[in-house]
């Protein structure tokens, strides 16, 4: 194992997968999203734009980039990761991790995937950023070179929750829904199978991030995020990073809880 780069240790670490295996395989890069980068554009672009029309477009550029996506790892797998970043001989070169996933429709595949960050615990410990189209709890779509694939989502990969509750029982779930990154939800549709999230970037206010219980995604407006009245954000007192929102729309009251933002 001494002699083995890198790469491939953090690839063995990850997905048990062989030595062998990995030297027959050449890697795909997965690169992050710019859809953010490219929202901003749209406005510098044609400032008149409305926002309607503004949402219409970057929507486009959602569905065929996809949108970052905070994957964690488990406490296990970031263990080994830090360990193999503290033994670095040059602590400035970068972490490149290579992993073999399994594609649901194809063979398996050998990718790069983005350099990993670090945080504390609660905010993520170590994660990637990565382009996702739709997430489950059992697999999700990225692009890997130019093309939508569909991989199984490995048991140490962690993706961030909000929670559609009962709000005559809150300790009754209703609906999980699995969010990209995390921040106050500003929205419910009446049917419950939409939630809102707001973007954290202020040059992004007007806009909001649909998030549907299939697992897809699609960009429109705060306006219509905030139809039928604003939330009310409480603190949950049994957990201080946890928190619920509370809509009160159509004679209907809807109850999300949620992890709050955290600056890393």
């Avoid at 999203?33 to 749209?42: H, V």
């Avoid at 905070?70 to 970068?94: G, H, L, Q, Y």
Wanted: glycine share 4%; aromatic share 8%; with cysteine.
């Amino acid at each position: 194992m001494k002699n083995i780069p890198l790469t491939l240790v953090l690839a063995i670490l990850f997905f048990s997968i062989s030595f062998a295996q990995q030297v027959k395989m050449s890697a795909f890069p997965v690169k992050p999203s710019t859809l953010i980068e490219q929202i901003k554009a749209l406005r510098t672009a044609d400032p008149k734009m409305t926002v309607a029309d503004w949402a219409k477009a970057a929507d486009a550029i959602l569905q065929k980039d996809g949108v970052n996506s905070m994957i964690s790892f488990d406490a296990a797998t970031c263990e080994k990761i830090k360990k193999v970043r503290d033994e670095r001989k040059d602590p400035t070169a970068p972490l490149r991790l290579n992993a073999t996933l399994k594609s649901v429709e194809a063979e398996a595949a050998a990718l790069t995937l983005p350099e990993p960050q670090f945080a504390s615990d609660d905010c993520g410990g170590c994660y990637i950023a990565i382009p996702v189209l739709q997430i489950t709890p059992t697999d999700f779509i990225t692009r890997v070179g130019g093309q939508n694939i569909k991989f199984v989502l490995p048991a140490n990969f962690l993706v961030n929750q909000d929670l559609l509750l009962d709000p005559k029982n809150p300790s009754s779930i209703k609906k999980k829904f699995l969010v990209p990154f995390r921040a106050t939800p500003i929205g419910v549709t009446f049917d419950e199978n939409v939630i809102y999230l707001g973007f954290d970037d202020p040059e992004l206010h007007d806009l909001a991030l649909l998030v549907f219980d299939d697992g897809t995604f699609q960009i429109g407006t705060r306006k219509e995020a905030e139809e039928g009245g604003i939330g009310k954000v409480t603190d949950d007192p049994a957990d201080p990073k946890a928190k619920k929102v509370k809509f009160d729309r159509w004679k209907n009251s809807y109850l999300v809880g949620f992890n709050a933002p955290c600056r890393q």
